[in-house]
């Protein structure tokens, strides 16, 4: 990793923890936790706010809802990449039961912290929060069942190694159900890098093409790519689904 990946990765892990921090309140005691109607939690229904502690909803910082997407069953083992607070590691474990398992990979300590005393809060068991980097996920080959992220792929400095990790991980036939920020294809780098900051997961995001051609490449079939809503000029939330192809008989 050069240098400059290196600071865009210390830049996007200080955000993140100071987000974190925000959400319990630091060193100066627990506040009353507001909730931001206009990002990250409002996009949750009501009752699956409302199921769980406010400070899992109020950390949410992503651009979509993965777990609306991924179609979770009983029994299955899922992945997290970039947890945050556990939003989504806590409704994914309620959605894949007692007999399934959630779990949660963050790069920021304080997200962990966070995360692991908002499953104490919910009463969740079935999950296990992870340190490490999206792009070197901790997990053995084939050890999961279904990967989902919300509007972190973008920050990361190494998109290929993550969509390779993923690739890793999944068992043959496994699938991806993550929401992210993307670019028309005619934005160009530097015209995305004005729309907004590697941070803000603007200047990040890759476009339609990149993102359908980074997923092949990495083994993925059954790539769909569909658009939500708007965030930018030329910058769209999007649902992104794909599949790593089973075993041949």
Known sequence: ???????LRETVRA???AAATAATGGCCGP???????SFGAALY?????EALPVEAVSASLGCGNPTAVAELRAG???????????????????????TGKAYGLDMTEEMLT?????????GVGNVEFLYGTIEEIPLPAESIDVVISNCVVNLSVDKPAVFAETHRVLTPGGRIGITDIVADDHLTPRERAERG???DCIAGALSFTEYRESLAAAGFTGIDITATHQVGDGLHSAIIR?????RTP
């Not at 506040?31 to 109607?37: H, I, L, W």
């Not at 970039?82 to 474990?93: E, K, P, Q, T």
């Open 15 to 17: 955000r993140y923890a």
């Open 242 to 246: 794909a599949v790593k192809p089973g």
């Open 197 to 199: 900051s590697y941070v």
């Open 76 to 98: 299955e083992t899922v992945l997290d990449l970039g947890s945050g607070g556990g939003i989504d590691v806590l409704l994914s474990a309620r959605r894949v039961g007692p």
């Open 114 to 122: 966070l995360a692991r005393a908002n499953a104490a809060k919910a």
């Open 31 to 37: 506040p009353a936790v507001e909730v931001d109607e």
């Open 1 to 7: 990793m050069n240098q400059q990946d290196t600071e």
């Open 45 to 49: 229904a009501e009752n699956d706010r």
